[in-house]
């Protein structure tokens, strides 16, 4: 039941955060996967794991695929669902692991969306200098452009993370990693 499956939810993800020793963004993601999944396995008839089978699992993809998630997401979605049917294959709710031949969807690639140098000349030129936060704005959106770093990324950086002597930023990324951003000349400037 629902229940049941509340508690193994929370035993896969306890043994992600020990085991794997994933990040809370990363685990509160597979929670929202798997309550899609499990909510789309009840619709199917499939609410008892035993009773999954691939066929469930492509076709409940391709309903993801469908609701306009991202490739990304959809790939995250089907590593969430290998990695909690290896679990109760692990902890013996289930004899085999379904999802053991399945690979990730390289399927339903999207090519990213990026702007033309036009555009991104305009969007450079945007802040106004005469005022601080003109400044800052140039100073950030230089920075970006350089570093290829993530808005969330910058936007979180303290000052004395920035070493212009040095020319790198320090920036604290996914999964709480750090890492050292080299800093062209036009950013430094900037």
Known sequence: GQDRNAFLFDAFLDYLSVEKGLAKNTLDAYRRDLTRYDAFLKKEKAGDWKAVTRTHILKFLNAENKRGLESSSIARGLVSGKLFHRFL?????????????????????????????????????????????????QALLECLYATGMRVSEITEIPVDHVYLDNKFIKCRGKGDKERLVPLGGVAIAA
């Open 89 to 137: 294959t692990k902890e013996r709710y289930v004899d085999t692991d379904v999802t053991s031949v399945l690979e990730s969807p390289k399927l339903w690639k999207k090519l990213p969306q990026f702007l033309t140098a036009q555009e991104m000349d305009a969007l450079l030129k945007m802040p106004d200098l005469k005022t601080p936060v003109g400044i800052r704005d």
